[in-house]
């Protein structure tokens, strides 16, 4: 079943290298797989934009959760219970934002496997014989090291996508400080309790700096993979940043508030 599939996107991707290649040349498979990215980004994102609708209206329940929290104090079964049922009475589910990137992990596996295996089918790979820029789509960070270093032919092509996600955390980084100084996260019983109280305070400090990870995982994944990675990554900043717009104050005005 597993090796059927594999062969499938295989052929899709041999297919939408040939319509691209008159346009991209040598660099067509690569860039089918950045068209590849796109298209998988755009059929979930409908479920991106479900998430967001949910978010928001966590933002607008938030006077209600705090009048629930005063009102059942430290007893936290209550409290949970309450919750759920004012989630459940406006439509909102807290897990909804997870959806969008759990559908698009099988999409990552499968080319981090059909860039990582010498067979598919039976028959010999040859995705991996295509390049980006004298670059395999099946190498990685190390081996573009060992041909040429950093600033050989194959280096210029990771660090290049290392310049891009580079931007794209530091926009993140950016845009999630705003938000989250503007909607802060409050966990039931925080309040009372010192150490989740500390807890709460070191993850929020940690949280905007998650998209530099991104940058590790271009430099271990296979390019083909690596590409996969920083096209949906640049897809999210900026689909955010358009469903989110009107939860993210300007920088002017937070200072204002604040």
């Known amino acids: ?31 089918a797989i950045v068209l590849f990215t796109a298209l998988v980004r755009l059929a979930v994102h409908p479920l991106s934009r479900q998430a967001a609708r949910g978010q928001k209206a966590q933002a607008r329940l938030r006077p209600q959760l705090a009048a629930l929290r005063e009102k059942h104090g430290k007893d936290s079964k209550a409290l949970q219970k309450a919750i759920m049922e ?96 503007a909607n802060p996260v409050v966990v039931p019983g925080a309040q009372e309790d010192a150490p989740t109280a500390a807890a709460m305070g070191a993850m929020n400090k940690f949280m905007p700096l998650l998209s530099f990870a991104t940058l590790f995982t271009v430099a271990v994944v296979p390019l083909a993979a690596a590409l996969y990675v920083v096209t949906s990554t640049t897809w999210t900043a900026v689909e955010r940043a358009f469903l989110y717009r009107d939860m993210v104050p300007a920088p002017a005005a937070l200072a204002a508030a604040a």
């Open 86 to 181: 004012l989630h459940a009475a406006e439509k909102v589910s807290p897990f909804s934002g997870c959806l969008p990137s759990l559908l698009q992990m099988p999409a990552f596996f499968l080319l981090y496997h059909l860039f990582s295996s010498a067979r598919i089918g039976g028959e010999a790979n040859g995705l991996l014989g295509h390049t980006l820029f004298q670059a395999p789509l099946g190498g990685r960070w190390t081996d573009a090291l060992g041909h040429g270093g950093v600033f050989g032919a194959q280096g210029l092509v990771y660090l290049a996508l290392f310049a891009i996600v580079a931007a794209v955390a530091t926009f993140n980084y950016r845009r999630t400080k705003r938000q989250m100084a």
């Open 1 to 31: 079943m597993f090796t059927s599939l594999f062969s499938a996107v295989a052929d899709l991707a041999e297919h939408l290298a040939d319509l691209l290649e008159p346009v991209f040349h040598g660099a067509s498979t690569a860039a």
